[in-house]
Nanobody
């Protein structure tokens, strides 16, 4: 059974940092690209960062220079280091792994940035 479990969210002041983790079980994270998405209240889910199986990365313009995606294959975990957080980064953050036509999602972790 494939599971993605996010952790590391919480309440932080603007300018602070958090590191999110996405631990996978039942499937190797190297099988395909893993993405971090977020969904703020009343808004659509959006892609924040993505890392491919070859470790290429891409980021949403809104987080470039502040967020870094990485992974530890030995731990089967993908991380999202978030620095210089802003109130507009407040959202539920989800990780995603797509295998063929199946999208796997975690349940999300809430990040709240206070001004």
């Amino acid at each position: 059974q494939v599971q993605l479990v996010e952790s590391g969210g919480g309440l932080v002041q603007a300018g602070g940092s958090l590191r999110l983790s996405c631990e996978a079980s039942g499937i190797p994270i190297t099988i395909n690209a893993v993405g971090w998405y977020r969904q703020a209240p009343g808004k659509q889910r959006e892609l924040v960062a993505r890392i491919t199986s070859a470790s290429s990365t891409n980021y949403a313009d809104s987080v470039k220079g502040r967020f870094t995606i990485s992974r530890d294959n030995a731990k089967n975990t993908v991380y999202l280091q978030m620095n210089s957080l802003k109130p507009e980064d407040t959202a539920v953050y989800y990780c995603n792994l797509k295998v063929l036509v199946i999208d796997y999602w975690g349940k999300g972790t809430l990040v709240t940035v206070s001004s």
